[in-house]
Nanobody, 127 residues
Framework: QVQLVESGGGSVQAGGSLRLSCAASGSTYRNSWMGWFRQAPGKEREGVAAIYSGGAPTVYADSVKGRFTISQNNADDTLYLQMNSLKPEDTAMYYC????????????????????WGQGTQVTVSS
């Protein structure tokens, strides 16, 4: 069983930065994809960034390319999301996900593509 615990969320002004962390336990997340997703009030959950174990490849949503960086530290089993140049539209609950549901049409940023999810960490960006 994979357990995921996110941290690092908070409130910042537009243009600021935050670094999210996701501590993972369990063996099934290794040698596979992990991702960061977000959900704003009244909106569907959307994929933000994903990474394959070992650091490559990575995939980003167009809305965060050039501003967010996903990384993984295999030494301490932690997934990170460095968020720079934050915008008010980045405000959402952020979740990490692991243990992909591989199958026809699977994509690393698919919101239905993972079996395990953390409890989320809130990010609020004010203008």
């Amino acid at each position: 069983q994979v357990q995921l615990v996110e941290s690092g969320g908070g409130s910042v002004q537009a243009g600021g930065s935050l670094r999210l962390s996701c501590a993972a336990s369990g063996s099934t997340y290794r040698n596979s994809w992990m991702g960061w997703f977000r959900q704003a009030p009244g909106k569907e959950r959307e994929g933000v960034a994903a990474i394959y174990s070992g650091g490559a490849p990575t995939v980003y949503a167009d809305s965060v390319k050039g501003r967010f960086t996903i990384s993984q530290n295999n030494a301490d089993d932690t997934l990170y999301l460095q968020m720079n140049s934050l915008k008010p539209e980045d405000t959402a609950m952020y979740y990490c996900a692991a243990n992909p549901k591989y199958g026809g049409g699977w994509y690393p940023l698919s919101s239905r593509g993972y079996n395990n999810w953390g409890q989320g960490t809130q990010v609020t960006v004010s203008s």
